[in-house]
């Protein structure tokens, strides 16, 4: 079970438990000394250089959408958004 699926089932009985304490259908909430799942980090999907270099070559400056998509990728190469900064 993905760590996530975990994440809701534990929320949707930590809620389900607390509606039933309020409701005073149960004594003790059996959910408090549930800890909750640990989330795996989830790391950002890098371009491989040939996808880097295709989009590259994709804009034609000569057009203005293929120019704005040009400076657009030069200022968030500038910025740090890219794997490197030597694309700009």
């Known amino acids: ?7 809701r089932l534990h929320s949707s009985l930590k809620r ?3 509606f039933l304490a309020r409701a005073r259908r ?3 909430d059996p959910t408090l000394k549930l800890d909750p799942p640990k989330k795996s980090p989830r790391f950002p999907k890098t371009l491989s ?12 400056p000569q057009t203005p959408l293929g120019f704005a ?8 190469t500038r910025a ?3 794997s ?5």
């Open 1 to 7: 079970m993905r760590s996530s699926t975990q994440a």
């Open 69 to 76: 998509t040009g400076r657009c990728w030069r200022c968030s």
């Open 16 to 18: 389900f438990y607390q």
């Open 80 to 82: 740090g958004c890219a």
């Open 49 to 60: 250089e040939a996808d880097v270099e295709m989009l590259l070559v994709q804009p034609e």
């Open 84 to 88: 490197r900064n030597s694309f700009a």
């Open 26 to 28: 149960i004594e003790i």
